[in-house]
């Protein structure tokens, strides 16, 4: 399994960006996918994630600005950022799990300018 997640930058307070993390070895309708962050001098905490049905759940701190989505034959997970705020900056991570192996992808670093 291999993840690589791309689309992060720098971006002012209010704007938006749009992550992607594409996927190789796994199927997307079965496994849950997850996208985490972790701010410097944090803890990784879980943004966003989505089942193999599609059902989503997200931090409440994102709730109604950030949307989870993915596209089952290409492979690929997104994470639509809008509205965001300083304390959105970190390295945002994707992640899932099969066979009770847990696969990271690189991280992509996301900074929001206030």
Known sequence: VQLQASGGGLVQAGGSLRLSCKASGIVLSINTMTWYRQAPGEQRELVANISGSGVTAYLDSVKGRFTISKDNPRKTMYL????????????YYCWTRRSSSNFWGQGTLVTVSS
């Not at 639509?80 to 959105?88: R, T």
């Open 80 to 91: 639509q950022m809008n509205g965001l705020k300083p304390e959105d900056t970190g390295v």
